[in-house]
């Protein structure tokens, strides 16, 4: 069974930086994508960040030059590095892992961007 744990997140103020980390258990070995997505109040989730196995990444446009995706497989772990923050950043971040045809999600954070 696949887990995928969240940290990281809190209140910053705009123009802060945050990283947030997503340590995954179980056991599997398989090739697999990992990555994050955001959900703001009343809003739908939004795609943030992924990055393939061989280490290729790609951004949602709004957080392009902002936000770095990296992966330690040593460590099981999956990072999100956020900079300059704006208040439109304010949302629960979640991330997910693919394995095969199935997604699995992690609990989420909440990262608040606010004066």
């Known amino acids: 069974q696949v887990q995928l744990v969240e940290s990281g997140g809190g209140l910053v103020q705009p123009g802060g930086s945050l990283r947030l980390s997503c340590a995954r258990s179980g056991s599997f070995s398989t090739a697999y994508n990992v990555g994050w997505y955001r959900q703001a109040p009343g809003k739908q989730r939004d795609f943030v960040a992924v990055i393939t196995t061989a280490g290729i990444t790609n951004y949602a446009d709004s957080v392009k030059g902002r936000f770095t995706i990296s992966r330690n497989n040593a460590k099981n772990t999956v990072y999100l590095r956020m900079d300059s923050l704006n208040p439109e950043d304010t949302a629960v971040y979640y991330c997910?892992?693919?394995?095969?045809?199935?997604?699995?999600w992690g609990q989420g954070t909440q990262v608040t961007v606010s004066s």
């Open positions: 997910y892992i693919d394995i095969g045809p199935r997604r699995y």
